[in-house]
């Protein structure tokens, strides 16, 4: 629901007609820096490329390398990929089964000699529980990292998210509640946190540390200076669909709302809730036939099964299959990845329902009556199963042979085996877009355009 006008237009057109499209003095990216620091009550803010660009040098602003293990939660994998930029083992900890945020108890058992960050995640823009997290990273002399990408001016306890570790990450990508098309930025308030983390986003000729060129263009900025004014009103829009969406459900006894901790104060991003259909009969299948005859835009399991599960994480090959960072000679530990790491998140995460918080009014609501629409036909038992239709069948096919294809080149496939078949671009997109929350056999996004298969069986 982002609003894009004349402040904008006006904003790049300076950037434009300056002839300077990096970072310069008293320039746009010094403005951005600056307002979101004051936003975000932050003493440094620091602009990257991208939040996982940001992630990806945060290990090394913090010291860890070879030999180290940073504590995640399995839901997401942003962190665990920005582990194995660094050598480093990411050590999966369990998540609440009411909110799905990372249990502060199983993040303390992960704890060893080895561990030097616990990463915590504000999923979908509900705080977790970082004062208990504070308190257990300072005392095991450890530092505590926080993702807020979902959860822009989300506050626990009085204090902005961001604020309770050493860094806090927000991203700005076109599906985030701030949008610049791409880009990040980093808070602290840890002087020497920011210098180093500076360090490693540009090195110019010559680097002192292992760095990179991460760096946000005054274009993204002059955006992101227009877009943080209105970030309060698209989240009290947001705020009333959460709102509505929470009152479709409230009534159903076998969908469970989401849980904010007490004390938390929201930024409403994907609403979720939990699918106990055990309780009325209802099995996930039929559910899943309701939504799509009702014509809800829910997606159903969110990535299925945790991190851990997944042949990337399990695999020590992100290093050309050298083994590292699991069989680094420097680490010490072992990785053993079984079924029942996490119980909770393996339970939870193929009951998650969800769909996009950050929409108007309008949409809101129509999305409400939908799942209304879809519990009263799955109550009434007269759902057909959902099954895989023929193309989708055929689409699974291909790319689980081929490898990540983007829908042109599926087609092309199709039309070559098939003469006289065709579609356009728009329908092939949907059809591997509703594939991404299907199981067993499910496509994910595999880079810009590109789907990937999995077989979770």
């Not at 582990?83 to 303390?108: I, K, Q, T, Y």
Request: hydrophobic share 40%; with cysteine; glycine share 10%.
């Amino acid at each position: 629901m982002p609003k894009f006008g004349k402040e904008e237009i006006r904003n790049l057109t300076k950037v434009i007609e300056s002839g300077c499209f990096c970072d310069k003095r008293g320039g746009f990216m010094d403005q951005f820096r600056a307002d979101f620091a004051r936003e975000l009550h932050a003493k440094h803010a620091v602009a990257g490329g991208a939040a996982m660009l940001l992630m990806h040098a945060i290990p090394g602003a913090i010291g860890a390398g070879a030999g180290d293990e940073i504590i995640c939660d399995p839901v997401v994998q942003f962190h665990g990929i920005a582990c194995l930029h660094n050598n480093v083992v990411p050590v999966w900890a369990d998540v609440r089964p009411d909110n799905f945020l990372m249990d502060p108890a199983s993040a303390e058992k992960r704890i060893t000699k080895r561990t030097k960050a616990i990463w915590v995640t504000h999923l979908w823009g509900f705080p977790a529980e970082v004062d208990k997290l504070k308190k257990i990273a300072d005392k095991h002399g450890i530092i505590l990292l926080e993702d807020c990408a979902h959860a822009l001016t989300a506050s626990y306890k009085g204090k902005l998210v961001g604020n309770w570790g050493a860094i806090g990450t927000f991203s700005f990508n076109m599906g985030k509640q701030l949008p610049t098309g791409e880009g990040g930025m980093a808070i602290t308030n840890d002087d020497r946190l920011f210098a180093e983390l500076n360090r490693r986003i540009i090195f110019g000729e010559s680097p002192e540390v292992l760095s990179s060129n991460y760096r946000m263009t005054e274009l993204q900025a002059a955006v992101g200076v227009a877009q943080l004014k209105k970030v309060p009103g698209y989240l009290k829009e947001y705020r009333q669909v959460r709102g509505i969406l929470d009152e479709a459900v409230a009534d159903c006894s076998w969908l469970d709302q989401r849980k904010p901790v007490p004390g938390s104060v929201v930024a409403p991003y994907i609403w979720s809730a939990l699918f106990r259909g055990e309780r009325k009969g209802i099995t996930q299948p039929v559910f899943h036939a309701a939504l799509r005859q009702a014509g809800a835009h829910i997606w159903f399991g969110f990535t299925q099964r945790p991190a851990y599960m997944y042949d990337f994480f399990r695999n020590p090959n992100a290093y050309g299959n050298k083994g590292c960072p699991y069989n680094c000679h420097l680490y010490t530990g072992k990785v053993d990845w079984k079924e029942g790491l996490c119980p909770v998140a393996e339970e939870v995460i193929p009951r998650i329902i969800s769909t996009s918080n950050m929409v108007g009014l309008a949409k809101g609501r129509a999305e409400a009556r939908a799942l209304g629409e879809a519990i009263r036909l799955a109550e009434s038992g007269n759902v057909k199963p959902l099954e895989y239709a023929p193309l989708e069948k055929e689409v699974l096919a291909i790319v689980k042979a081929r490898g990540p294809l983007d829908p042109m080149e599926v087609i092309a496939i199709i039309e070559k085996k098939k003469k006289g078949w065709h579609t356009d671009e728009h329908y092939m997109f949907g059809i591997m877009e509703g594939l991404r929350d299907r199981f067993p056999y499910k496509l994910s996004h595999a880079g810009p355009r590109k789907f990937a298969y999995h077989d979770l069986t």
